[in-house]
């Protein structure tokens, strides 16, 4: 009998409201002194995780890998690295995780391998090989150029020529991440096999790196120019509207495939990351229903400095996509600045208030929760590609994967004191370690922990419908929710402006009509917002959640 015969979970909507926990394995914690963090190491610390109230964890890839793109190459879908350890390891974390009432996600980069993955060294050999076609190739143009413009996230062209097939390969990342040829049945098949591998070893689910990007246009049409005032002069992909080499009508039916797989593990989830340049629609449809993907993020939000009307304006265009969609919403993560630096280290706590009162599910990321600004790393530091690549346009995404600070020591207690760690711990960190924190009772840790308690307990919050306050109804820099369950409703206010803006005045008649009265709820680290009457006070920086009687 398999485990997905054994398996019963009657709660399989867990995730729909859930709170996801990304933890990057390289930077979490390093059991075995080597400076780099593996999953012995964060096995050893799920307890500080468990203690947040969250509902699950996501792993970034552990897979045998030669780290190009540190672990986003995959050599081998089924392996772990010995650098994060063995299978056995793996296994060990997801009893203890699932011990400690936390569900298990893992990543899944199945759009593109490593260069170093065998069925890449097959298909290279030559043109009638069994994986031949495994891969997206193409020959040359009669001028030896690639076949079309198509360009690399990463800079340069996405095409990398082969003497010996004499062709190019695809690859929308680094030349030595080439492109699954997913027209292929036999590779939609392989991947989905590797899916019920990782299910069968007991995963609740799994994280789809750039899910979009699993099908090609086959006739290899060129992308057409981006609108000038959309290019980021600094990275060459964006020049283009990437319309061709990405976001093809067959993913819908492939990711039905997944979702039919997953219906097979109770329980089980799926969250995608969609990147491109028109991530909402494409968010929407990916989610749309109950045949797809259960939730997905795109980088709208991540990309967020806190400002009222622009995160009025990222919910209203997801919110006309259609209700039977379901978001996962992050502010931060390994690709994107951290969040208390784009809004600001004074508006961390403000930043996940915000957060926590939105519809969909969310997604922390590791230090998010003590407040962790990004790193400043010297060019001679970074490790990202991206940054090496396109510094100093692009610093890349390094300042946001510096490792943990655990306590305020050398190395922030993620290594030994003699070993340099594979990233340098950032200074400014270590008087944020757990370990200081844990010691107040005030800090923003113990409030994140009361905050996430807060929405967890609240059913309007994790599970209820969601309506925007128009911005033309609330004061300048004032964002606004409602949030209802039935009769149940909560309204959700962010005073969003700079220390030096205006305090806003709220006529609570005029936003919540026929209320016979309302109640503040205590929000951790919030002082309490000020009534005159009926009207409503709020400081820039303050939040509020009133229930509605």
Request: with cysteine; aromatic share 10%.
């Amino acid at each position: 009998m398999t485990l997905s015969q054994l398996r019963q979970d009657t709660q399989h909507d867990w995730w729909r409201g859930a709170t996801i926990y990304q933890i990057y394995p390289r930077s979490f914690m390093d059991a075995n002194g080597d400076g780099i963090g593996d999953l012995a190491g964060i096995t050893g610390k799920l307890e500080h995780v468990a203690s947040l109230g969250v509902d699950a964890i996501w792993l970034s890839p552990f897979f045998t890998s030669p780290m190009k793109d540190f672990g986003y190459d995959v050599a081998d879908y089924r392996g772990v690295d010995p650098m994060f350890g063995t299978l056995d390891d793996f296994r060990a974390l997801v009893d203890r995780a699932h011990a400690l009432g936390l569900r298990v996600i893992i990543d899944q980069v199945l759009s593109h391998s490593s260069d170093r993955h065998a069925w890449f060294q097959e298909s290279r050999q030559d043109r009638t090989n069994p994986k031949a076609d495994w891969y997206v190739w193409a020959d040359p143009k009669p001028d030896g150029t690639p076949p079309n413009n198509w360009m690399a996230a990463f800079s340069g062209r996405a095409w990398t020529f082969d003497a010996r097939r004499r062709q190019y390969y695809l690859h929308n990342f680094l030349p030595s991440q080439p492109d699954l040829n997913f027209h292929h049945p036999d590779v939609r098949k392989a991947q989905l096999d590797n899916l019920r591998f990782w299910l069968e070893l007991g995963v609740d689910g799994f994280r789809f790196d750039v899910v979009n990007y699993y099908f090609h246009d086959p006739a290899l049409t060129d992308n057409p120019p981006m609108p000038r005032e959309w290019v980021h002069p600094g990275n060459p992909q964006s020049y283009q509207l990437q319309r061709h080499n990405i976001e093809q009508p067959e993913n819908l039916a492939f990711l039905e495939r997944i979702r039919t797989l997953l219906d097979e593990y109770p329980g089980a989830t799926t969250v995608g990351e969609i990147a491109g340049n028109d991530q909402l629609p494409t968010m929407a449809a990916y989610t749309q229903g109950d045949k797809r993907l259960h939730m997905a993020y795109t980088f709208d939000l991540l990309d967020s400095t806190g400002d009222a009307a622009e995160l009025h304006g990222v919910l209203a265009r997801f919110g006309e996509l259609g209700d039977d969609t379901w978001p996962c919403w992050a502010l931060s993560n390994h690709d994107v600045e951290r969040s208390a630096t784009s809004w600001g280290e004074e508006r961390a706590l403000l930043a996940l208030t915000v957060l926590c009162s939105l519809r969909g599910s969310l997604c922390l990321y590791q230090g998010e929760e003590f407040g962790l600004p990004e790193a400043e790393l010297a060019y001679a530091d970074l490790q990202d590609p991206f940054g090496i690549n396109l510094w100093p346009e692009v610093k890349g995404r390094d300042g946001c994967r510096t490792p943990m600070v655990w306590e305020d020591a050398p190395n922030g207690g993620f290594c030994p004191e003699d070993v340099a760690p594979w990233l340098p711990v950032f200074e400014r960190h270590l008087p944020l370690a757990v370990t200081r924190q844990e010691a107040d009772s005030d800090s923003l840790l113990a409030r994140v922990r009361q905050l996430l308690a807060l929405r967890g307990a609240s059913e309007v919050l994790r599970q209820g419908e969601q309506q925007l306050i128009a911005p033309e109804a609330l004061p300048e820099g004032v964002f606004g929710v409602l949030r209802h369950d039935g009769e149940r409703r909560l309204l959700c206010l962010a005073h969003l402006g700079q220390a030096t803006s205006e305090r806003g005045k709220l006529g609570l008649d005029a936003l919540i009509a026929g209320a016979e009265g309302w109640s503040s709820l205590a929000l951790p680290g919030m002082a309490t917002p000020q009534l005159e009457g009926r009207q409503l006070i709020m400081e820039p920086g303050q939040a509020a959640w009133l229930s509605i009687v």
